[in-house]
């Protein structure tokens, strides 16, 4: 019998310590980066012991009490079991009390794997359009149990058109790393990657860990002004990194790439366990020459090997292997590095009441 | 004097080609009557197929004691479709042709006795769908992925077989679910043997299960695919006049006006007369039904047999070789020995003659 009940912060983070990794989207500091929402921690219980986490975001309805209670890449529970029942139906119960009329959750569980080389191929084979239309190189079976089961449960897949629809991505782009030295990793990578790696070393580029967050903004509100995308306000940056970095002083880190004094580049890396990941990134339009966002990665990876990561994580990619796309530049970038597409098992709903959740789900398709 | 479908052999045989060649890993299916051609000719024709190096390399029955009457036309392989029990013409499979058959087990418990009876059986696992007809559960078939471990020995495990109802609208769906849960029951196999999917289904299908390999079984749009190379006839075998009033048949019926009386062959022996339920559950569909069934009750009633593009009534209900048509005044009257068309359901039809052109 599993039982489900709210826990302070301190003993949320004590549980996630005690796992291997977790995503940082469910520690519980991320609930300070999202005030605009209610969070809340809570311990799933066998007995006495903490086995499961879950970190929840309650958005609320306009004007409505009730809430679509979200549980970004979690909970933290164990996926592997083959009685999912017995561990959501006590959180549903649980999340209905709190006045939730649906849950959203997304299940850290890979479903599927594509190496660098056939994500390539997939872009320079004209008749491929999509990551699906690529022979896996991996099925994973835990995957593909926890898709069955919550299907069975009747949780609902929620559909990400073209990848970076509401929600997080369901393809993310990986390097394995564990039990692989630097020189393994940098010999996994693209030849342009590696020569941009030397270049950048030759032509004196420095990378630093820093503290400077302004800096970091400015370049990342002007990588956003060339790259057409609206950029966060620097307090979103500030609360991130005070209420991460307060968790544990290795949990987030400011990366910056100099040349001849000038940024030319600079990235936020965060890691829980055994799990790092580039989280934002920004480049100057000047000096692209010195390839400072090469010489930045490589050394968050180089961070990510010393600290014993497993996996060092480039975050989202859409499913495109469409030469013409204009995504498809992002996930050529990532492939560089070796490694591979990996694909979660998305996000799910769970439906607490039926008027209330049909109400939301036809909302947010016109939005959408 | 019989009940004859009439093939046009070029047509027929091309239609075949063409759709064996649209059909990559095509297993044909001729199981039951043989879709009114017969077993034997159909075994016959897939390997005239394979030979054709067409790929056809397996067929699919629909029962055991069907086995013997293809094995020695056609020298692939076999598969069995209905699920292996332990019991019956399942357990006396000749010893040389064991390794051309390929079983299909539903159930846990029959994995497990079919691999002791026969450690070598080659089998494929049928999952249940949404027909809810035979098949393994989620949960049957961690059972059944137990018992092959138990086992401890390397089960020749040759696919999933997939039987999908006729619906309309997309099967892709519950394909995407079945072999979700394949993959999650870490059945060893990439192999997946499905039914009644259309060309783009499965299309998609290999698109997106790429490392799979799909065998479509297909049965009616082969054989039965072009139905214009297909004529059905029977045979007038007696011409009456007859008055209004007058008395005729085993049921001493009366005329209700003049007309002529047909003696055409194709009785219920033939199938002709009976029909198996369409599945059409419409009110018009319903009420034909009713109106056949009260054949008796009320006059005549529509025949398969047609004259002229016109369908005929029947005078009464069919003999068992034969059956009487009844031809109003003023229609064209056939001779003895003239073919006329019949409209047949060939699943289940036995025809006297079949003739290839």
């Known amino acids: 019998m599993i039982s489900v009940r709210p826990v302070p912060a301190d003993k949320h983070l004590e ?37 499961g986490s879950a970190l929840v975001l309650y958005r609320q309805l306009p004007k409505l009490k009730r809430y679509l209670a979200y549980l970004p890449e979690g909970p933290v529970i164990d996926w592997e079991s083959d009685d999912l029942a017995a561990w959501l139906a006590p959180m549903a119960d649980h999340l209905r009390g709190q006045g939730a009329f649906g849950v959203r959750m997304g299940p850290p569980v890979v479903t599927r794997r594509w190496s660098a080389a056939q994500v ?147 990235t936020i890396g965060i890691r829980v366990g055994t799990h790092a990941w580039y989280s934002y990134g920004a480049s100057s339009t000047e000096k692209r020459e010195v390839r400072g966002s090469n010489a930045v990665q490589w050394e968050m990876i180089r961070d990510a090997l010393g600290a014993g990561a497993e996996v060092y994580d480039l975050r989202g990619i859409t499913d495109t292997l469409d030469a013409d796309d204009p995504h498809v530049g992002l996930i050529q970038f990532k492939a560089g590095t070796g490694g591979e597409a990996v694909e979660y098992a998305g996000e799910w709903d769970l439906p607490l009441s039926r008027p209330l959740y049909a109400a939301f789900d036809l909302y947010m398709r016109r939005r959408g | 004097m019989t009940l004859t479908l009439t093939v046009d052999g070029d047509r027929w045989r091309g239609h075949l080609r063409e759709l064996a060649s649209a059909t990559p890993g095509l297993v044909p299916v001729l199981k039951g009557n043989g879709y009114g051609f017969g077993l034997s000719r159909l075994a016959r024709r897939a390997q005239w197929l394979h030979d054709q190096g067409l790929g056809v390399d397996c067929l699919a029955v629909g029962t055991y004691d069907e086995l013997p009457e293809v094995a020695q036309r056609f020298h692939g392989d076999l598969l069995v479709m209905t699920p292996w029990r332990p019991f019956g013409a399942a357990l006396d499979i000749d010893d040389h042709l064991a390794q051309r058959v390929i079983h299909t087990v539903s159930r846990p418990e029959d994995a497990h006795d079919l691999l002791t009876r026969r450690p070598d059986a080659r089998f494929v696992v049928e999952v249940l769908t949404s027909m809810r007809r035979h098949g393994h559960t989620r949960r049957s078939l961690d059972e059944t992925v137990q018992v092959l471990r138990d086992l401890d020995r390397h089960p020749r495990i040759e696919g999933v077989a997939i039987h999908l109802p006729l619906a309309s609208g997309s099967h892709l769906g519950e394909v995407r679910r079945l072999v979700n849960t394949v993959v999650g029951a870490e059945l060893r196999t990439r192999r997946l043997w499905v039914s009644h999917l259309t060309r783009d289904e499965l299309g998609t299908l290999r698109s997106t299960y790429q490392d799979f390999e799909v065998r479509p079984r297909v049965g009616t749009s082969l054989w039965l695919g ?108 056939p001779a003895v020995g003239d073919e006329i068309d019949v409209r047949v359901r060939y699943t289940a039809t036995s025809f006297d003659r079949v003739v290839v052109t």
Request: glycine fraction near 10%; aromatic fraction near 8%.
């Open chain 1, 120 to 266: 390539k191929e997939g872009i320079a084979e004209e008749s491929v359009h999509r990551l699906d239309d690529v022979p896996p190189l991996e099925r994973a079976a835990t995957g593909a149990r926890v898709v069955a089961q919550l299907q069975e449960l009747g949780w609902r897949e929620q559909s990400v058109e073209g990848g970076f629809a509401a929600g997080q991505p369901r393809h993310n782009f990986q390097i394995p790393l564990k039990g692989r030295t630097e020189d393994e990793v940098l010999a996994g990578m693209n030849q342009l990657w590696r020569r941009n790696i030397r270049k950048a070393a030759k032509q004196g580029v420095e990378v630093s860990a820093g503290t400077d967050l302004e800096a970091f903004h400015a370049l990342y509100v002007h990588t956003a002004e060339r790259d057409g995308f609206t950029p966060r306000p620097l307090s979103y940056f500030r609360t991130m990194y005070e209420a991460l970095g307060a968790e544990d002083p290795d949990r987030i880190r400011l990366w910056f790439a100099h040349h001849e004094g000038d940024l030319v580049a600079s």
């Open chain 1, 15 to 51: 549980f996630v310590r005690s796992r291997p990794s977790a995503s940082f989207l469910q520690t519980p500091a991320w609930a300070r980066v999202k005030p605009e929402w209610r969070a809340e921690s809570l311990g799933f219980f066998r007995g006495d012991d903490m086995v």
């Open chain 2, 226 to 333: 072009d139905r214009g190379a297909l004529r059905v006839t029977g045979t007038v075998l007696d011409v009456h006049a007859l008055e209004r009033g007058e008395v005729f048949g085993y049921r001493g019926r009366s005329a209700p006006k003049a007309g002529h009386l047909l003696v055409v062959s194709g009785g219920t022996a033939h199938g002709i007369g009976l029909e198996a339920p369409t599945g059409d559950t419409s009110i018009k569909a319903r009420a034909a039904t009713l109106a056949r069934g009260g054949l008796d009750a009320v006059g005549f009633v529509r025949s398969p047999y047609s004259i002229d593009g016109k369908q005929r009534l029947f005078a009464e209900p069919p003999h068992m070789q034969a059956s009487m048509l009844f031809l109003p005044q003023g229609a064209r009257v």
